[in-house]
C-alpha cells in the first residue's frame, strides 16, 4: 500500500475484521494437527484397536462434511456472522467434551461435533471473507485464513510434542478450547456481510456496513450498486443448479479444484508426517516429531509467499509453479525411496525435498484453491457452489487420508510418491484447461463472463478482453 489514493488505502477495519474471520482458520487447524500427536495416548488409555483409532481419527472428517452441507442453507438464512458464531460455539463444546470424554464412544460423539464445526468454519470464513475484502486484497486476505490454518496446525504439532513427554492427551486437546473461546467473543463483534444483507433487501444496513469498511462513502455506494445489480437473479442454489448449466460448470469446476488441492498429497503429510520421517530413516519418536514441527513451520512460512504474491502474479502462474514443484518432489521421493536411503546424507536431501514439497503446496494450492473456490461461483447459487466445493475437500481429505497406510502396504512407498507425482502433473494441465485468472477482477464480473458462457478459464478476463473474445468467437 504505497500510494494514498483513497480508494487504494486499505480501511483498518477492514483488516480487522478479514483477522477475526480467518481466526476460524486457526481452529480448522488446530483441530487437523493435533490428533495425531494424542492418538497413540488416547488408544493406550481406552486400549482401542487401529481400527477404533482410525473411528477416532476419521469421524471429524465426516462431521466436517456434514457441517459443510449445512451450512450453505444455513449461512443463506440465518446470516454468514450467525454461522460463524455458531461453528465457535460447536469447537466450544467439542474441545471441552473430547478433553474430559470417558470413553472411546463419547470422545468420537465430541470429535463429530468439532468435525461440524470445522465444516461450518471451512464453509463460512472463506466466504465471508471474499464477500467483505475489496477486490484488490481479496486474494490476500482469503490466503490469510489458510496462514491460520496452518499456524494452527504448527501450534498443534508443538503443543502435542510439549505435552508427550507426560501423555497428557486431555490437555492437548481440552486446550484448544481457548482459541474457541476468542474466536467466539471475536465473530460477537463482526458485521454482517453486506452481501447477504442486499440479498435479503436490508440495503440500508449494508450501506452502513459497507461505509464502515471502505474509504469513503463513494466507494461505499458504488459497492453497493454493483452488488445489488448482481442480486437481481432471483434463483438460488439446488434450483440454479437444476436449470442453469453455466451455474453447474462453475460448481463442477469447485469439486475439480478441492479435489486437486488434496490429491497433491499434501494432506497425507500433515497426517502422517512422523510416519514419513521413518520411512525416511529416522528413527527416534524424537527426530520423527521435531521433523514433524519443522514440516509445520515450513508450511506456515511458505503461506506468506502466496499472501504476498497472490494478488501481483494472480492464481493461475502460481499454481502452475506449485504444481510442478510438488510433481518434481514427488518424482525424487519416489526414486530415493526406491534406490534405498542409507546414509545421512541421503536422510537430509529426503528432508529437503519434503520441506521443497510443502513450500510448494503452501504458496498455491493451500492458500489459492481456497480463495478461488470462493471467487468463481455467482452469488445466487455462491452458497450451494461453495457447499459442494467444501464438502468435496472433506471427502477427498477422507478418501486421501484412509488409503495412504494402504497404499504404501500394497503398491510400495516408491510406487505410492509416484503416483501423487502423477496426479500433479494432472493438476497442471488441468490448471491450464480449465483454471480461470481472477486477479483484480470484482466477483460480480466474473459472474458476468460466467453466466454469459465464456469458457471456464476466461472467466476472469477484464469486461474488454471478454467482450473481443466474444467478437472472436462469433467470427
Ligand atoms: C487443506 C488441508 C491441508 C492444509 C495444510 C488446507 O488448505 O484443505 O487439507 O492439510 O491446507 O496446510
Same mark, same amino acid.
Given at each position: 500500500?504505497?500510494?494514498?489514493?483513497?480508494?487504494?488505502?486499505?480501511?483498518?477495519?477492514?483488516? %480487522?475484521?478479514?483477522?477475526?474471520?480467518?481466526?476460524?482458520?486457526?481452529?480448522?487447524?488446530?483441530?487437523?494437527?493435533?490428533?495425531?500427536?494424542? %492418538?497413540?495416548?488416547?488408544?493406550?488409555?481406552?486400549?482401542?484397536?487401529?481400527?477404533?483409532?482410525?473411528?477416532?481419527?476419521?469421524?471429524?472428517?465426516?462431521?466436517?462434511?456434514?457441517?459443510?452441507?449445512?451450512?450453505?442453507?444455513?449461512?443463506?438464512?440465518?446470516?454468514?456472522?450467525?454461522?460463524?458464531?455458531?461453528?465457535?460455539?460447536?469447537?466450544?463444546?467439542?474441545?471441552?467434551?473430547?478433553?474430559?470424554?470417558?470413553?472411546?464412544?463419547?470422545?468420537?460423539?465430541?470429535?463429530?461435533?468439532?468435525?461440524?464445526?470445522?465444516?461450518?468454519?471451512?464453509?463460512?470464513?472463506?466466504?465471508?471473507?471474499?464477500?467483505?475484502?475489496?477486490?484488490?486484497?481479496?486474494?490476500?486476505?482469503?490466503?490469510?485464513?489458510?496462514?491460520?490454518?496452518?499456524?494452527?496446525?504448527?501450534?498443534?504439532?508443538?503443543?502435542?510434542?510439549?505435552?508427550?513427554?507426560?501423555?497428557?492427551?486431555?490437555?492437548?486437546?481440552?486446550?484448544?478450547?481457548?482459541?474457541?473461546?476468542?474466536?467466539?467473543?471475536?465473530?460477537?463483534?463482526?458485521?454482517?456481510?453486506?452481501?447477504?444483507?442486499?440479498?435479503?433487501?436490508?440495503?440500508?444496513?449494508?450501506?452502513?456496513?459497507?461505509?464502515?469498511?471502505?474509504?469513503?462513502?463513494?466507494?461505499?455506494?458504488?459497492?453497493?450498486?454493483?452488488?445489488?445489480?448482481?442480486?437481481?437473479?432471483?434463483?438460488?442454489?439446488?434450483?440454479?443448479?437444476?436449470?442453469?448449466?453455466?451455474?453447474?460448470?462453475?460448481?463442477?469446476?469447485?469439486?475439480?479444484?478441492?479435489?486437486?488441492?488434496?490429491?497433491?498429497?499434501?494432506?497425507?503429510?500433515?497426517?502422517?508426517?512422523?510416519?514419513?520421517?521413518?520411512?525416511?530413516?529416522?528413527?527416534?519418536?524424537?527426530?520423527?516429531?521435531?521433523?514433524?514441527?519443522?514440516?509445520?513451520?515450513?508450511?506456515?512460512?511458505?503461506?506468506?509467499?502466496?499472501?504476498?504474491?497472490?494478488?501481483?502474479?494472480?492464481?493461475?502462474?502460481?499454481?502452475?509453479?506449485?504444481?510442478?514443484?510438488?510433481?518434481?518432489?514427488?518424482?525424487?521421493?519416489?526414486?530415493?525411496?526406491?534406490?534405498?536411503?542409507?546414509?545421512?546424507?541421503?536422510?537430509?536431501?529426503?528432508?529437503?525435498?519434503?520441506?521443497?514439497?510443502?513450500?510448494?503446496?503452501?504458496?498455491?494450492?493451500?492458500?489459492?484453491?481456497?480463495?478461488?473456490?470462493?471467487?468463481?461461483?455467482? %452469488?445466487?447459487?455462491?452458497?450451494?457452489?461453495?457447499?459442494?466445493?467444501?464438502?468435496?475437500?472433506?471427502?477427498?481429505?477422507?478418501?486421501?487420508?484412509?488409503?495412504?497406510?494402504?497404499?504404501?502396504?500394497?503398491?510400495?512407498?516408491?510406487?505410492?510418491?509416484?503416483?501423487?507425482?502423477?496426479?500433479?502433473?494432472?493438476?497442471?494441465?488441468?490448471?491450464?484447461?480449465?483454471?480461470?485468472?481472477?486477479?483484480?477482477?470484482?466477483?460480480?464480473?466474473?459472474?458476468?463472463?460466467?453466466?454469459?458462457?465464456?469458457?471456464?478459464?476466461?472467466?476472469?478476463?477484464?469486461?474488454?478482453?471478454?467482450?473481443?473474445?466474444?467478437?472472436?468467437?462469433?467470427?
Amino acid at each position: 500500500m504505497t500510494t494514498s489514493s483513497p480508494s487504494s488505502q486499505i480501511n483498518r477495519q477492514t483488516i %480487522l475484521v478479514c483477522f477475526l474471520a480467518a481466526l476460524a482458520g486457526l481452529l480448522f487447524g488446530l483441530d487437523m494437527g493435533v490428533i495425531a500427536g494424542a %492418538l497413540p495416548f488416547i488408544a493406550d488409555e481406552f486400549t482401542l484397536t487401529s481400527h477404533h483409532q482410525e473411528i477416532v481419527v476419521s469421524i471429524m472428517m465426516f462431521g466436517a462434511a456434514l457441517g459443510a452441507l449445512c451450512s450453505g442453507p444455513m449461512s443463506s438464512s440465518l446470516g454468514r456472522r450467525k454461522s460463524l458464531l455458531l461453528g465457535a460455539l460447536l469447537f466450544v463444546v467439542g474441545s471441552i467434551g473430547c478433553a474430559i470424554a470417558t470413553s472411546m464412544e463419547i470422545l468420537s460423539v465430541f470429535r463429530f461435533i468439532l468435525g461440524l464445526a470445522v465444516g461450518v468454519a471451512s464453509f463460512t470464513a472463506p466466504l465471508y471473507l471474499s464477500e467483505i475484502a475489496p477486490e484488490r486484497i481479496r486474494g490476500s486476505m482469503i490466503s490469510l485464513y489458510q496462514l491460520m490454518i496452518t499456524i494452527g496446525i504448527l501450534a498443534a504439532f508443538l503443543s502435542d510434542t510439549a505435552l508427550s513427554a507426560g501423555g497428557h492427551w486431555r490437555w492437548m486437546l481440552g486446550i484448544i478450547t481457548f482459541p474457541a473461546l476468542v474466536l467466539f467473543v471475536g465473530v460477537l463483534t463482526l458485521p454482517e456481510s453486506p452481501r447477504w444483507l442486499a440479498m435479503r433487501n436490508k440495503n440500508e444496513l449494508a450501506a452502513r456496513v459497507l461505509k464502515l469498511l471502505r474509504n469513503s462513502d463513494r466507494e461505499a455506494a458504488e459497492e453497493l450498486n454493483q452488488i445489488r445489480e448482481s442480486v437481481k437473479m432471483k434463483q438460488r442454489g439446488w434450483q440454479l443448479f437444476r436449470h442453469n448449466a453455466h451455474f453447474r460448470r462453475s460448481t463442477y469446476l469447485g469439486v475439480l479444484l478441492q479435489f486437486m488441492q488434496q490429491f497433491t498429497g499434501m494432506t497425507v503429510i500433515m497426517y502422517y508426517a512422523p510416519k514419513i520421517f521413518e520411512i525416511a530413516g529416522f528413527s527416534t519418536t524424537r527426530e520423527q516429531m521435531w521433523g514433524t514441527v519443522i514440516a509445520g513451520l515450513t508450511n506456515v512460512l511458505a503461506t506468506f509467499i502466496a499472501i504476498g504474491l497472490v494478488d501481483r502474479w494472480g492464481r493461475k502462474p502460481i499454481l502452475k509453479l506449485g504444481f510442478s514443484v510438488m510433481a518434481i518432489c514427488m518424482g525424487i521421493l519416489g526414486y530415493m525411496f526406491y534406490s534405498g536411503i542409507t546414509t545421512p546424507v541421503e536422510q537430509y536431501v529426503a528432508v529437503a525435498v519434503l520441506l521443497i514439497f510443502i513450500t510448494g503446496f503452501a504458496m498455491s494450492a493451500g492458500p489459492l484453491i481456497w480463495v478461488l473456490c470462493s471467487e468463481i461461483q455467482p %452469488l445466487a447459487g455462491r452458497d450451494f457452489g461453495v457447499t459442494c466445493s467444501t464438502m468435496a475437500n472433506w471427502i477427498a481429505n477422507m478418501i486421501i487420508g484412509a488409503t495412504f497406510l494402504t497404499l504404501i502396504d500394497t503398491i510400495g512407498s516408491p510406487n505410492t510418491f509416484w503416483l501423487y507425482g502423477i496426479l500433479n502433473v494432472i493438476c497442471i494441465v488441468l490448471t491450464f484447461l480449465f483454471v480461470p485468472e481472477t486477479k483484480n477482477i470484482s466477483l460480480e464480473h466474473i459472474e458476468r463472463n460466467l453466466m454469459r458462457g465464456e469458457a471456464l478459464r476466461h472467466i476472469g478476463q477484464p469486461p474488454h478482453r471478454s467482450l473481443s473474445s466474444r467478437a472472436a468467437a462469433v467470427k
